[in-house]
């Protein structure tokens, strides 16, 4: 089945530095990669939309300059937050759908813990 | 903007009861998705629905979309502590794009 991989899983960094966070669809094809962020016993918010070749479409108040999303090639988006600081701590899942026709389930990678300290 | 809501946000019941979570959207979706998600895990697919009025069975779990399609359900027959977790529902605006419902933390009771 379609297997997506999210590292690291944990990520721990001081104030003030930027963290880059890699999502790959394994063993498919990924042209749109969706990136949602979990704050404790909270349910998932859709943070942008990465699409493989173009710019990634962010969701209302998200801001881009902080999260700068890169999808280079099929298989592989990256998170990279920028300047954290410790209201960036959440936990930050990337999903990606397998191709097919309609609208296929999405594939969770594990997630990346990030603490900003 | 749109709203995925979910009810309840807790549910707590004894091994062997039935459990339903309800998932209300703002809008009309065009198919809606079902996820668990075990403590400190990341969400798994369960079932999709497309169909207004559509019923979709997996052992003990039934899964209901509402004529509206603005509706959903999911009942657990008979609940046991595998079943403990966060049930989210997640509607699909358009093609691509899904919004999460609230969840519901489902705990069972030995």
Redesign the interface.
């Known amino acids: 089945g379609a297997v997506v991989s999210q590292h690291p899983s944990r990520v721990i960094c001081k104030s003030g530095t930027s963290v880059k966070i890699e999502c790959r669809s394994l063993d498919f094809q990924a042209t749109?990669m969706?990136w949602?962020r979990q704050f404790p016993?909270?349910?998932?918010?859709?943070m942008a939309?990465s699409n493989e070749g173009s710019k990634a479409t962010y969701e209302?108040g998200v801001e881009k300059d902080k999260f700068l999303i890169n999808h280079a090639s099929l298989t592989l988006s990256t998170l990279t937050v920028t300047s954290a600081h410790p209201e960036d701590s959440s936990f930050y899942?990337c999903s990606a759908?397998a191709p097919g026709t309609?609208?296929s389930?999405?594939?969770?990678?594990?997630?990346t813990r990030l603490t900003v300290t | 903007?749109q709203q995925v809501m979910q009810i309840p946000q807790y549910q707590h019941v004894q091994e062997g009861e039935d459990f339903t979570t309800y998932c209300n959207s703002s809008t009309t979706l065009?198919?809606i998705?079902w996820?668990k998600q075990r403590p400190g895990?990341?969400?798994?697919?369960l079932i999709?629905l497309?169909k207004s009025g559509e019923v979709k069975k997996q052992k003990r779990l039934t899964f209901q979309f509402g004529e509206a399609k603005k509706n959903s359900s999911l009942h657990i027959t008979a609940t046991q502590t595998t079943d403990v977790g966060t049930y989210?529902c997640?509607g699909?605006l358009g093609?691509?794009?899904?919004?999460?419902?609230?969840?519901t933390?489902l705990k069972v009771l030995a």
């Open positions: 749109t969706f949602y016993k909270q349910s998932l918010m859709l939309t209302q899942i759908r309609g609208n389930p999405l594939h969770f990678g594990n997630g | 903007g065009s198919n998705q996820y895990g990341h969400p798994v697919f999709q497309v989210f997640a699909a093609t691509y794009k899904y919004i999460f419902g609230t969840g933390r």
